[in-house]
């Protein structure tokens, strides 16, 4: 595969590439047994790798001023199970012990992740080319309850207007 090329990717390491950019949003995060609720900015740098095959994510979120949240994400498609898959490192230190997995559905990209703290929905809403939502909930062991973490809407933004990363 030439690695300039994203010609010769699959269809689903294509929609992939609609998080590839340089993104600013604006974040509710609600209050959890993490932090305390109120509102956030963030900068999100997404870059495709090896041709296409990957999109590598950095998050970073900031409130009052100071970065409070760190993320580096890798998407990929796991051709054999047929689900896209995320490994995600942040800055609350958490090893994964497996990545968040799902599917796209209509225009939005959903992912699940459990572990032993509990389980993670992850949806990704692309409204246009240049804007999406973005909603992080949460389900602690034993519950069927859904809780709010993180919303946001996200608009692109010239990746020379992103400092820092």
Do not use: K
């Not at 269809?11 to 509710?28: I, K, N, S, T």
């Not at 609600?30 to 041709?51: H, I, K, M, N, P």
Request: proline share 3%.
């Amino acid at each position: 595969m030439n690695a300039g090329s994203f010609s010769s990717l699959s269809a689903d390491h294509q929609r992939l590439q609609a998080l590839v950019g340089a993104w600013r949003g604006e974040e509710e995060v609600a209050d959890t047994q993490w932090t305390d609720g109120g509102t956030a900015s963030c900068e999100v740098l997404a870059e495709a790798q090896f041709g296409g095959l990957f999109v590598v994510q950095r998050y970073r979120q900031r409130r009052d001023g100071t970065v409070s949240f760190g993320a580096h994400s890798v998407f990929g498609f796991d051709r054999q199970n047929s689900v896209v898959t995320m490994h995600q490192f942040d800055s609350m230190g958490f090893v994964p012990a497996s990545p968040a997995t799902g599917s796209w559905n209509g225009s939005a990209l959903e992912l699940l992740r459990s572990s032993h703290r509990g389980a993670a929905r992850l949806t990704y809403h692309f409204t246009t080319d240049d804007s999406y939502r973005m909603r992080l909930e949460f389900q602690p062991p034993g519950s069927a309850i859904w809780q709010d973490m993180v919303s946001g809407v996200y608009r692109r933004v010239s990746p020379s207007s992103i400092n820092g990363f």
